[in-house]
């Protein structure tokens, strides 16, 4: 964890694009940002099991739950104070 309590070496969005945070290899040396290629963003995106957002926590499950429509984002993009699950085919 970073100072500011951020994984170090995951991704994060900078200005629209997502690249790798800067870290501290256990050697002492340091890695610097890199754009991450759209495999790497799609192997994320595919892995990631919990989503934190200002309107709260997403955990990934194996089906959608049948709930209102009013009530579900189809897009990590669209999320605000009413949604309760996220169908974003690009977090399969």
């Known amino acids: 964890m970073d100072k500011y309590n951020q994984p170090v070496g995951q991704a994060q969005q900078v200005n629209g694009e ?8 256990l050697d002492g ?43 579900t984002s189809k897009s990590v993009d669209n999320i605000n104070e009413n949604t309760k699950q996220i169908i974003d085919p690009k977090y399969k």
């Open 18 to 25: 997502y690249k790798g945070t800067t870290g501290f290899a």
């Open 29 to 71: 040396t340091v890695t610097s940002q890199k754009k991450l290629s759209q495999q790497e963003l799609d192997s994320i995106k595919q892995s990631t099991g919990t989503l934190h957002t200002q309107y709260g926590k997403f955990v990934k499950v194996s089906s959608p739950n049948d709930i209102p429509t009013s009530e």
